[in-house]
């Protein structure tokens, strides 16, 4: 198939966590918001004058600095962004969004605030309290949390605009990226696709790694290239996949995966588009807050929650994506790579 015309360029962005755009948004003036976790309402760290970053730390090398602080028994991922972090290689941040879900990830950004690891004397660095169900006592403790620990400490450090307005402003500006990432991963649902498993991951990647306001134009530049695309006339792959799975932030697994004669069609993973994609419909009769909070509790996929109907609902979610794609073309079978998640 022929090359998507900004594919390059999003892979280059992808290479650093302070990454062109970002520096081009921090110079406008704008506050980068990190986060890891999807419990951590993306949206939120998009209102106002702030920008979010997925947090990544592309092309780590030794891990021992990391290693020492933590342990060998700790998951890369976090230690990697440790690592990143001692290297001074995330001073571009403005505050950094943490959540108890991961305990090894709260004790990778814990220490952050512990080794002042970035260069600015407003930075800071909060925690929310996660619910391990969805009830109506629990939605009003999220709904709590996000405003004393995110929107509270933003207005007051940085003067951030947290008003309802706003904040329908920034779900209106989410929206729009969810609609067009995916429209373009419906195309592969087709029986012969016109794009890639490595290249939805791509682009899904930058729309969590970049200030959305500066990919959003190169994003709808891509769905209409994509709408007049012709696949290859004969398919490259033998079997079409899903994977499951939990920080998979390198899109070359995925290509790896490609390369050995699969195809992605379904990407249920925390750097995935499920959940993540999904349009956000605000309630006109619940306070804005609230409508974003009963959003990310009820799509999230995370096996924190111990609630029976999350427990069952993740393997169903599976199982109605894949059943999604196979109505469409070929069957698909679930690669559950990482059952870490208990997926």
């Excluded at 991922?77 to 990143?84: A, G, P, T, V």
């Excluded at 067009?180 to 696709?193: A, D, M, S, V, Y």
Aim: net charge negative; glycine share 6%.
């Amino acid at each position: 198939m022929k090359d998507l015309k900004h594919l390059y360029e999003f892979e280059k962005l992808l290479e650093s966590a302070n990454n062109a755009l970002v520096q081009q948004a921090c110079a406008e003036g704008k506050h980068a918001l990190a986060y890891t976790c999807y419990h951590m309402p993306e949206v939120l760290l998009n209102t106002g004058n702030c920008f979010s970053v997925r947090l990544r730390a592309p092309l780590t090398g030794s891990l021992d600095i990391s290693s020492y602080y933590m342990s060998n028994f700790i998951c890369d991922y976090c230690k990697s962004l440790l690592e990143r972090g001692i290297e001074g290689g995330y001073n571009f941040l403005s505050g950094l969004m943490g959540t108890e879900t991961c305990s090894e990830m709260n004790r990778a950004l814990e220490h952050f605030e512990l080794l002042r690891l970035v260069d600015n004397e407003q930075f800071f660095v909060t925690f929310l309290d996660m619910p391990f169900k969805v009830t109506e006592n629990t939605v009003r403790h999220y709904v709590d949390q996000l405003r004393r620990k995110v929107l509270t400490p933003l207005q007051e450090v940085y003067g951030v605009d947290v008003s309802d307005d706003a904040l329908r402003k920034a779900v209106a500006e989410h929206n729009e990226v969810c609609r067009i990432l995916t429209e373009i991963g419906q195309f592969r649902k087709e029986e012969n696709p016109r794009i890639t498993g490595y290249e939805y991951h791509i682009l899904n990647l930058v729309s969590y790694c970049c200030p959305k306001y500066l990919i959003v134009g190169k994003l709808r530049e891509t769905l209409e290239e994509l709408r007049q695309r012709e696949p290859d006339v004969k398919p490259r792959f033998r079997v079409k996949i899903a994977v499951v799975g939990s920080e998979i932030d390198d899109p070359g697994f995925t290509k790896l995966v490609e390369d050995a004669g699969a195809l992605v069609v379904v990407d249920r993973f925390c750097f995935g588009s499920t959940p993540g994609r999904e349009e956000i419909h605000l309630d006109p009769d619940l306070p804005v807050l609230e409508s974003i909070a009963r959003h990310y509790l009820n799509t999230s996929q995370c096996p924190r929650f111990m609630q029976r109907e999350k427990v069952d609902g993740r393997w169903q979610l599976v199982r109605d994506l894949c059943a999604g794609v196979s109505r469409a073309g070929r069957a698909v079978r679930a690669a559950q790579v990482l059952r870490v998640l208990g997926l």
